[in-house]
């Protein structure tokens, strides 16, 4: 952890996929533990607009810092295509009464985050 800190330029979402790509990189070997099972005590599984911002910002974020701008710009439309079919899904599963319109305004926020992520590119 001294020589490869856990990334601090993110609130939340995609530091720990940063982290992994660097560890990698210094040749180190990350485990995945199908076995081992990690409960975060007063974490929520809602869909928020705060959580879906950072979500889709972070994404792009993530692919700039660790693969360069030609790749961010790469998965800039894709990660727009992502959040616009979340959008999608969750208005059709709103109107069956499946879902809380509040799911389909938090989705709309991650679609303008990540719409807004070009900034993230061009850094």
């Keep these: 952890l001294d020589q490869h800190p856990l990334p ?5 979402y995609w530091e720990e996929s940063e982290w ?5 990189e210094a040749g180190a070997t990350v485990e ?5 099972v990690v409960v975060h005590q007063g974490g929520r599984d809602d869909v928020r607009p705060e959580k879906a911002r950072l979500l889709a910002r972070n994404a792009v974020r993530c692919i700039r810092r660790t693969r360069g701008r030609r790749a961010a710009a790469a998965a800039y439309p894709v990660v727009i295509a992502w959040w616009m079919r979340l959008v999608l899904v969750d208005v059709a599963l709103a109107l069956l009464g499946r879902r809380p319109w509040s799911a389909v305004t938090a989705r709309g926020a991650g679609l303008g985050a990540a ?7 061009t850094r």
């Design 8 to 12: 601090e330029d993110y609130f939340l």
């Design 20 to 24: 992994f790509f660097r560890l990698a």
């Design 32 to 36: 995945f533990r199908p076995d081992a």
């Design 115 to 121: 719409v807004g992520a070009w900034r993230e590119v």
